[in-house]
């Protein structure tokens, strides 16, 4: 076992294949590689489609770290150490849409394809291995790449299966969002899980019989089997490159005729429904664009509670980078198809329930961050949301606050809107609940918790008198 020089934190995610490591020193993301992975990339580098892919923005920008790096960087025996560009916002497919998913298989589906074409591979097929530049995806593991072998399949298939096709197939065929069931396990979705659902006539439907009822027997076939011995069979069998890349160009067919266009609801319209008036919105987005031009350009700022991103785009405008969380994975992927016409590159839109944010996972629970751990934000906006967590799913007030306070760097500013109990929208809530259950839901006592965790700089009574807005900066 090796231990890492003081400053450098190993990458918790980065940790299955012994080959390659990812750490962090300062704001570099670095990557340890052994000989034969260092000769991998001397080779890759050397190739066509590589260089391509980075240039067209498809592949994380790498090169060797800098010699000034390696030696602080060398907790291990790498024969190389490589630098890559840092990613805005980390994130994980079980945030993201149903068209985010699409869209990141078919990306991760081309650059298979453009490496089978050059004497390459991915070793990988996991949904893990991109990540996104607000709406672009970016595929980010380079330690992935290694020569092809012929004869032998695509190593990554079963991963790509569960972690992006099971969860595509189950959202189209079946309507049902693949959100929760793909955070409940870190390795994906497996066959067993998903063959139950997909019985008699929903066998037929495209991609079911023969990547998951076909590929669930195969695999039971060759439980007891080594890789070697199925190796050797499929290359006795004339197994060849050629058929595998007609593979994976009939998997990017099939993804790509996959959609699902999920019926309206309630927060697909709530900009409608929620009973602003122009006005009120009018002095909304005067007071949150004060807001974030009041101080330092802000790096990241967090919109809790986008709906159709509204609130982001202002943000983007005085922002660096902007992630947008909303629950309704319906609303989420309305947001990324926008997004992604507009060609926004600034704003990421994620899934996440606010009551229930993703949870650390995976190996030890740290394998992939909680949300929590992810979001040091130097803004929060979090508009129109503290009435729907402390009355509408009964979080006492002070921890929303602390929620709040929590996704937010030291001297980072919160953008807190405060629905009044006699609000319409509040009234809506309270209909539904015992009276009595929410004494301590007043504007006197919400302004309390702010004074008493940070510095109110500003304040905003909108035009309808029933909704505050406060700017808060958080000590530090």
Known sequence: ?????????????????????????????????????????????????FPTLVAAGKVCPTEDAPSALVPAAVGAPWAAVLRHERIPFV??????????????????LEILRDALADGFTTKDGSAYNLQWRG???????????????DGEPWAGYRQFCQTVLYPLLLTAHLGVDFQPLLRARVDGIEADQLRPLFGGARRLRPG???????????????????????????????????????????????VRRLDRRPPASHWADYQRTCGYSARDRAA??????????????????????????????????HAD?????????????DLYRALRAEGQRRILPLVLDLADPSPGGGWRGA???????????????????VHHLAIGRNVPLPEVVDWLVGLTAPGGAMVVEFVHPEDPMALRLLANKPDGLFPNYRRDAFERL???????????????????????VMGG
């Open 321 to 333: 980078y902007v992630v947008a969380v909303e629950q309704d994975p319906a609303v989420v992927d």
């Open 91 to 108: 994130s994980h497919p079980y945030e993201w849409s149903f068209t985010m998913l699409r869209d990141a298989a078919l990306l991760h």
């Open 450 to 472: 702010l004074a008493a965790r940070g510095r109110i700089t500003d304040r905003l009574e909108l035009p309808s008198g029933t909704r505050t807005l406060y700017r808060t």
């Open 1 to 49: 076992m090796t231990t890492s020089p003081p400053g450098v934190r190993p990458e918790p995610a980065s940790f299955r294949d012994p080959a390659n490591r990812v750490f962090h020193l300062g704001d570099d993301v670095l990557r340890g590689l052994d000989a034969q992975a260092a000769e991998h990339w001397r080779a890759l580098t050397a190739s066509a489609f």
């Open 135 to 149: 709406a672009d995806p970016v595929f980010i593991d380079i330690g992935s790449f290694e020569p092809v072998r």
């Open 367 to 385: 394998e992939r961050a909680g949300f929590a751990e992810r979001a040091s934000a130097d803004a929060v906006l979090a508009l129109a949301v």
């Open 284 to 317: 909304k987005e005067q007071f949150v664009a004060a807001a974030l031009t009041a101080g330092v350009r802000p790096r990241l700022v967090l919109d809790l509670g986008a709906n159709d991103g509204r609130y982001a785009r202002i943000a983007a405008e």
């Open 208 to 254: 079911v019989l023969t990547h998951l009822h076909l590929h669930g027997a195969m695999q039971q076939r060759h439980a007891e089997a080594s890789t070697s011995d199925v190796r050797a069979q499929l290359r006795a069998a004339g197994y060849s490159r050629e058929l595998l890349l007609a593979t994976v160009r009939g998997i990017e067919k099939l």
